[in-house]
């Protein structure tokens, strides 16, 4: 059974940088695309950013030159380096395979004050 346990946020001033991190169990990420979604209040989930099973990666137009998704297939754990926060970046922050499992974590809270 995957689980999924993310980490990392946490309330950030305008401008901060916070680096959030997803460790899975019970798959080998090494094996599969990977994604960091996010959602905020009122708002549907949302894809952020992509990392395929190469090392190719994708963005969402709002964090493009910002955001910076990478994987560590040894520790199966899945980053995502985050720079010039903006409060419009608060939200949960999940990640999940590329197509999603069924299976999601509690996500991690990054909340950036202005």
């Known amino acids: 059974q995957v689980q999924l346990v993310e980490s990392g946020g946490e309330l950030v001033q305008f401008g901060g940088s916070l680096r959030l991190s997803c460790t899975v169990s019970g798959s080998r990420i090494m094996l599969n695309g990977m994604n960091w979604y996010r959602q905020a209040p009122g708002n549907q989930r949302e894809l952020v950013a992509t990392i395929t099973p190469y090392g190719m990666t994708r963005y969402a137009d709002s964090v493009k030159g910002r955001f910076a998704i990478s994987k560590s297939n040894a520790e199966n754990t899945v980053y995502l380096q985050m720079n010039s926060l903006k409060p419009e970046d608060t939200a949960v922050y999940y990640c999940?395979?590329?197509?999603?499992?069924?299976?999601w974590g509690q996500g991690t809270q990054v909340t950036v004050s202005s």
């Open positions: 999940n395979r590329d197509p999603p499992w069924m299976t």
